[in-house]
């Protein structure tokens, strides 16, 4: 099966910087979304991107399908920017498999 | 709008018992799922269903059973459970399944866990 890896597993950012997330994939896909999972558990859907490149706010999100990666960019980063970042793929079929995340965590 | 509702948000139980987690949408969407999230992981696939009266096994289906009679509701049986089990559940929506490139349909929306162990 398709392979997907984040990287890197772990973040510390000081409040105000910058970062980008990497997601590698090993198979083509058909969609692509981006999830940030906060420190109490709640998954929330922040691109569906499965090429091209989209931004909301101080986040950006950028894939090339054909290099098969993904970035994820936030900018100015804010305390609430902590918790844990997941990478979510389909190839075809009904399933979305997900990455191991980023765990990123924001000093104030 | 409720979104995803999940019930209950913490259950303990005893090696051998059975339960189920209760997961309802009231988006009409079609496409539901179940995760399991174990520490250090990302969520893996249990079981999907693309409409009322279909489902399918997803990554890690062994020990569970789930059904879908109406729309709204999918819930996730344990059957015998085991403390390989113990584990946080997620239940997720979508409009459509996650397979074709047609934009906002297909992005996801997931209830708030159910924290499961299994002593």
């Known amino acids: 099966g398709i392979q997907v890896e984040q990287s890197p597993p772990d973040l510390i950012l000081q409040e105000g910087a910058n970062s980008t997330l990497r997601c590698n994939f090993s198979d083509s896909v058909n969609n692509l979304q981006w999830f940030h999972q906060n420190p109490w558990g709640q998954l929330i859907n922040l691109f569906y991107i499965p090429s091209g490149t989209k931004q909301n706010g101080r986040l950006s999100a950028t894939t090339v399908a054909t290099e098969r990666y993904s970035l994820l960019y936030i900018s100015s980063s804010q305390t609430t920017d902590s918790g844990v970042y997941f990478c979510?793929?389909?190839?075809?079929?009904?399933?979305?498999?997900f990455g191991a995340g980023t765990r990123l965590f924001v000093k104030a | 709008n409720a979104g995803v509702t999940q019930t209950p948000k913490f259950q303990v139980l005893k090696t051998g018992q059975s339960m189920t987690l209760q997961c309802a949408q009231d988006m009409n969407h079609e496409y539901m799922s179940w995760y399991r999230q174990d520490p250090g992981m990302g969520l893996r696939l249990i079981h999907y269903?693309?409409?009322?009266?279909?489902?399918d096994q997803g990554e890690v289906p062994n020990g569970y059973n789930v059904s879908r009679s109406t729309t709204e509701d999918f819930p996730l049986r344990l059957l015998s459970a085991a403390p390989s089990q113990t584990s946080v559940y997620f239940c997720?929506?979508?409009?459509?399944?996650?397979?074709?490139?047609?934009?906002?349909?297909?992005?996801?929306?997931f209830g708030p866990g159910t924290r499961l162990l299994v002593l």
């Open positions: 269903s693309v409409g009322a009266g279909i489902t």
């Open positions: 979510a793929l389909n190839t075809g079929g009904f399933k979305t498999i």
């Open positions: 997720a929506s979508s409009y459509s399944p996650p397979r074709v490139t047609s934009g906002r349909r297909e992005t996801q929306y």
